[in-house]
Each structure stands twice: as C-alpha cells, then as structure tokens.
C-alpha cells in the first residue's frame, strides 16, 4: 500500500506505541494471564479501538483501510490487543448500522474510549460452522424477550461488559430468517460464564456464557426480528480482513527478529545470514505475507468504495492465519535450538495465531464461501 501523510504519521505513532508499550510485555501479559484494562484504556485514549467511529462517537472517523494499518501494527506488539480492537470495531459498526439509538449512543463511545468491551455471541456447543442452526432460544414476553441457552467460544467471556448475541426467536426451522440479534448487558440477572484453558490468546479469556432466563428488553433488538443474522452478519466480511491483518502484523514481528538473529548469530566463523539455507526461507516469508497484505488491504479498499468484497475477505481470512503460523514457525527454527525455548516470543505468536485458524471462520468455510461466490451456492454442493 502507498500511504498518504496522514496515514503515516498515524502508523508512527501506532508502531512507536506496539514496540514500545506492548511488545516488551507481550509475554509477561499471558504469564498473569488477565486483560489489563488500564492498558485497555490507554488504546483508547490513543484512539486505537474502533477507530473507524464517527468522531461524534469517540472514534477518528477513519475508513477500514486505515482500520487495518492499525491492527496491523498493534499485533506487531500483541496479537491479542490487536484482537481486541478488531473486536471493537466490528461490533462498534455492527452497532452503528443495526442497533437502536438508545444502544448505540450509551455503548459505542465506551467501546471507543477502552471503558466497556462487548463481545459478540454466536457459536454454540453443537457447532460452529453452521452459525445459522442455532439452538439458543428467545422467547416474547410482553415488551421484553427471555434467553435461554449456551454461547461457547466466546473472545473475552470472561471480561464483556455486554454482549451481542444471536438467538431463535422463530422456528426450528425457519433457518437464518427466524435468527434474531439481541444487545444484552453483562449484568443482567441470569448470565453466568466459564473460561477455557486455552493453547494460545491466554488473555482474551474465551469460554462460554449461559443464559437462564435472561430478560432483554424488546427494545434492544438489533435490526429486524427474524433478520438478525441476514441483516447483522454482513458485517463479519470487514473482520475478516483485518484479522488477516492482525495475523500478518505478528509474522511480521517474528520476521524482523529472525533477520537479526541472522545477522548477529555466527556459524562456521561468519553470520548464518550469509548461507542461503538460512535466509532463503525467510526470504520466502516476506514474500507471502506481502502477498496476503496487499490482498487484504485490497478486500477493505472495496469496502470503502461500497463494493462487494466477500470472496476477497474470505481469501484472507483463511490464508493470513496460516501463512502466518508457517512463517512464525520458519523463523522459530532460525533461532534453532533457542527458538524451542520459552523465552522467545515465537512459540507464543505461533499459539496466538494458530486460534485464528478456528475462530471467526475455518480455511474450510472460508472456501466454502469462495466457491459460493464464484460457482452459486447450488453448484457449490457438488464441488
């Protein structure tokens, strides 16, 4: 990408903050394994969480391409904040585009100013990939409408201020049209939640959140009834493209470090970074996660111009994941016997990212979409 001044001076300052305030701490953050909200905050103040809120907001009215250089640069530091602002702005524009005034004027500068963080609802124990066989029942009672259910494989469970969940509101088998989307507190009577023992993303605290007869004001409905996931979930092509941002800012990382390391680390009485079995791999690296990049930056670019980008924010989604994993891996294996050890940051990025591989879409749903895009979803069925 060529950036404009404005857009430079933002990256300075985004990457002067990831290597200086993040990165330094980036492995003692999973060792106390908590989210530091004070640190949360700070993002804010920067306004490095949904940065693409309107000013009136609390956010910098940025479009998604300039989204996306600061998630990239912020997983340079950590992955998992990056994550949090990827979070924050896909639901921060899902709020802006599909929740009542109400929601959207109380919540949304909170997001923005690192107070409040919501987490988005819609996996459940039976599945992930068919996000739309819900189980999760609402029920109408008067004005309001009762949750029952199990949410599970949720980013910050265990730290939401709210949550955006998807439930049935219609029949069994109404499909995605009887699927609702509700805004619902985190401290609404009847939410309980649990944590996972996770690989990797240690400090999002993924688990599950169960509610039992969790009233939610009619009111807080997002969009139509019935059309939540139709009208709301249009929205998880803009994620898409970021987290393949946020996957290839820690390749990124772990790239520079494995240049030094090539460059100081002697072998055979001169730097490893003189034999070509070192640095052609890494070489390899670049070269991949400037492809992906570029793609990526392509898939928001048609965002911004209002044009259909679902198969462009597929493609990225399934291939930063892993092109990052293998790169981060390739440069594990620079530091050789080092690189095994605890103390490098590449095992940790490796973990982190490999999450992404599952969540918000596997490579195998992802092409799925692909090929729905290009052969219609009929002639998909026989691919």
């Known amino acids: 990408m060529v950036w404009n001044e404005d857009q430079k001076a933002l990256q300075g300052m985004v990457r002067r903050f990831a290597r200086e305030r993040l990165l330094p701490g980036y492995q003692r953050r999973e060792v106390a394994d908590v989210l530091d909200r004070e640190l949360v905050r700070e993002m804010g103040a920067l306004g490095l969480l949904a940065a693409d809120v309107p000013e009136a907001f609390g956010g910098l009215g940025l479009d998604g391409v300039t989204t996306g250089l600061i998630c990239e640069e912020l997983a340079y530091g950590d992955l998992n904040l990056a994550g949090l602002s990827v979070e924050m702005s896909l639901l921060a524009a899902i709020l802006m585009r599909d929740a009542p005034a109400h929601v959207t004027r109380a919540w949304v500068p909170r997001m923005t100013r690192g107070e409040s963080i919501v987490a988005i609802c819609v996996t459940e124990p039976r599945g992930g990939s068919d996000a739309s066989n819900l189980q999760m029942r609402a029920r109408r009672d008067g004005n309001d409408f009762i949750l029952n259910g199990e949410k599970t494989s949720i980013s910050f469970a265990d730290s939401a201020d709210a949550f955006l969940v998807f439930a049935r509101s219609g029949s069994q088998d109404s499909g995605a049209r009887g699927i609702s989307a509700f805004f619902v507190p985190g401290d609404a009577p009847g939410i309980e939640r649990t944590r996972f023992n996770d690989l990797g993303c240690r400090i999002q605290g993924r688990g599950s959140v169960f509610f039992d007869n969790v009233r939610v004001p009619a009111a807080n409905i997002l969009a139509e009834e019935g059309k939540g996931f139709t009208q709301v979930m249009v929205g998880f092509d803009y994620s898409r493209a970021l987290i393949a941002l946020q996957c290839l800012g820690a390749a990124q990382a772990s790239l520079d470090e494995g240049w030094a390391y090539a460059r100081e680390r002697e072998a055979f009485g001169r730097p490893i970074a ?20 570029q793609l990526a930056y392509h898939a928001l670019a048609l965002r911004d111009a209002g044009l259909p980008h679902t198969a462009e924010a597929a493609m990225v989604k399934w291939m930063g994941p892993k092109t990052a994993v293998d790169v981060i891996h390739q440069c594990l ?27 918000d879409g596997t490579a195998g749903v992802m092409k799925l979409i692909i090929a729905r895009e290009k052969a219609g979803r009929v002639d998909v069925q026989y691919l």
Not at 279 to 291: I, R
Not at 347 to 354: A, G, I, L, S
């Open 333 to 359: 294996l620079t530091f050789g016997h080092y690189g095994y050890s605890l103390d490098t940051p590449h095992q940790q990025r490796m973990r982190d990212v490999m999450g992404l591989e599952i969540g």
């Open 274 to 293: 003189q034999f070509q079995g070192v640095t052609f791999p890494l070489v390899e690296g670049e070269s991949m996660v400037a492809a992906v990049r």
